[in-house]
């Protein structure tokens, strides 16, 4: 049986294929550098007094009643969503994958609108209709309440923010159970809630787990929405935020950044422990046959129902956002005005390009840095590959804010002085968006079958010419749908950029922030309206303007 040698270790026609060899050094040193360095920096001065080794600011910090208080409050609050999301996801990729209701396509575009939006747009949309002057609270209710900022705020903002992801999680994973498991059951006699009680929900145990950890992690990591609703309820990351920016206590913010860290590493391992037992829930998945729909009258209205109230919040908070950003003065002047859209694409243009411009650089330099490392662990044996992947993919488990509060410190002194460039924040945009270029450039090489890198070598093509002339044109379908997810997380992000800005490159979501914090609330809502649009015309646009189908990048 012929087998295919690993990439760069092979003799070709012409000598050594040298290929490997002039790849690995210069990915290896970009992941290193600005992966492995930023964070060892932040550990370093979180563990050092004076230059020297000391647990002294970490135990000092830790010790705080206050600090302790924060560290308790982020763990409410992401348990919080973290359970409350599973469920509402479960139930809408219930509806979605398995009852017969209209309009599924419709029900799917909305449930994952806010992916494509920053999340402190949600906040915003919440402020606008449940503030003090909000629409709801005050024009309809007569209430000035306050009580939006605080944990209740938080949960709601982030529920609907991040709900989306978990959904995703679980219709994939409903999709992917074997129907003839279900198709027995009922054969046996179980009724629809039987079939899911007894046979669907014990296989989706682990996914379940997956996404409440999947939740729990996108809680930790915002910053946005604790900065506008957090009110009495502080939580680490925008603890951080105001430690560094607020009273530029580096040390102390530090010191909570590692706080924020260790739990988030054990959600990380402990996710990645769960994945790699999830393989028993898709035991089967290639039976002949489908799954069948619901078609209880009842289940049917209940779904529709439940998928129509999330539907109307979601859309509710768009709209809400719309009437922002084209009214006089939201919640005293409702006429029509065009003048903060004028406003954004004025004052706000050069934000508007520079979040464009790094966004594409670093969408493209993303995928092809995820394709090279993909390559490396997934077609060759060279030494180091396992911890390139491991430190590649590091950033998975570490929150925007401290990969922010990482790169702001280890970047503004020598030897690599980076403050106020444009390579900072593209080299922040590229650290977050890898992780997701990797996995998806392994998932596709892994379903290339290895004899074609063996027929190429035959021929006497180098690796080199293998992965450009006959690799890379397979896998297109999902280079281009990781460039769109790579350019749509970059365009969205906050926490990962905020210490990292400047006022030679800005970008919007700081922008954004920063309008709200004035009080510029209808040029906020026309700057988010802007993003969601062009966001959501290079997700289509792009694909059309390149000749493929976004279908097949999906």
């Known amino acids: ?21 002039l790849v690995y050094p210069g990915v290896a040193a970009f992941v290193m550098i600005f992966t492995a360095y930023p964070m060892l920096d932040l550990l370093a001065r979180a563990f050092s007094v004076d230059g020297r080794f000391s647990l002294a600011a970490l135990a000092d910090t830790a010790a705080d009643p206050y600090n302790r208080a924060v560290f308790w409050n982020t763990l409410l609050l992401g348990a919080t969503v973290a359970v409350l999301g599973t469920i509402l996801a479960t139930l809408y990729a219930y509806a979605i994958a398995r009852v017969a209701i209209p309009g599924k396509r419709i029900w799917h575009f909305f449930a994952l609108l806010p992916t494509i939006s920053p999340p402190i747009l949600m906040a915003l949309g919440l402020i606008m209709l449940y503030g003090r002057r909000g629409l709801i609270t005050h024009e309809l209710l007569g209430l000035q309440s306050t009580g939006l900022y605080g944990f209740t705020g938080l949960v709601v903002a982030q529920l609907i923010s991040y709900f989306p992801f978990a959904y995703l999680l679980m219709l994939n994973l409903f999709r992917g159970l074997d129907a003839s498991l279900e198709e027995a059951a009922s054969t ?22 997956g996404s409440m950890l999947l939740m729990f992690s996108y809680s930790f990591a915002d910053l946005g929405n604790p900065l506008l609703l957090g009110g009495d309820f502080p939580v680490l990351s925008s603890q951080i935020y105001q430690t560094i920016i607020g009273m530029y206590d580096i040390p102390k913010g530090a010191a909570l950044a590692v706080l924020l860290l260790i739990p988030a590493l054990l959600m990380f391992f402990a996710h990645k422990a ?38 109307l919040v979601i859309c509710l908070q768009y709209a809400t956002i719309l009437a922002g950003a084209s009214t006089q003065l939201f919640g005293i002047n409702y006429s029509f005005t065009t003048k903060h859209f004028v406003a954004a694409l004025t004052k706000s243009r050069g934000a508007l390009a520079d979040t464009l411009i790094l966004g594409v650089v670093a969408s493209f330099l993303s995928v092809m840095l995820g394709v090279l490392v993909a390559w490396i662990v997934a077609r060759t044996r060279v030494r180091g590959g396992s911890l390139l992947d491991f430190t590649a993919n590091l950033p998975l488990a570490i929150p925007g804010t401290v990969i922010g509060l990482a790169f702001g ?14 390579a900072i924040i593209v080299a922040a945009f590229v650290v977050r968006s890898l992780p997701y270029g990797i996995r998806s450039g392994v998932a596709a090489l892994n379903q290339i079958n290895r004899t074609l890198d063996e027929a190429s070598t035959t021929m006497g093509a180098t690796s080199g010419q293998t992965l450009w002339r006959v690799l890379l044109p397979i896998v297109q379908p999902a280079l281009l749908a990781g460039m769109i997810f790579s350019f749509t997380r970059s365009v969205t992000t906050l ?60």
């Open 409 to 422: 410190l280890a970047f503004n002194s020598p030897p690599l002085m980076l403050t106020g460039t444009a």
């Open 495 to 554: 926490s990962a950029v905020i210490f990292v800005v400047s006022p030679h490159w800005s970008l919007v979501t700081p922008t954004i922030l920063s309008q709200m914090d004035r009080g510029d609330v209808g040029e906020a809502a026309a700057l988010s309206v802007i993003v969601v649009v062009m966001v959501l015309a290079v997700i289509h646009g792009v694909p059309r303007l390149l000749g493929g189908d976004w279908r097949e990048t999906r």
């Open 274 to 311: 769960l994945s790699a037992r999830m393989s028993f829930a898709s035991v089967g998945a290639k039976g002949s046959s489908r799954h069948r729909e619901v078609r209880h009258r009842g289940v049917q209205i209940a779904a529709l129902v439940f998928v129509g109230a999330i539907t």
């Open 1 to 21: 049986m012929s087998s295919v040698a690993p990439a760069g270790l092979t003799e070709g026609k012409q000598g050594r294929d040298w290929t490997i060899y």
């Open 188 to 209: 046996m006699g179980a009724n629809g809630w039987n079939v899911l009680r007894t046979v669907s929900l014990p296989l989706l145990v682990p996914g379940l787990a």
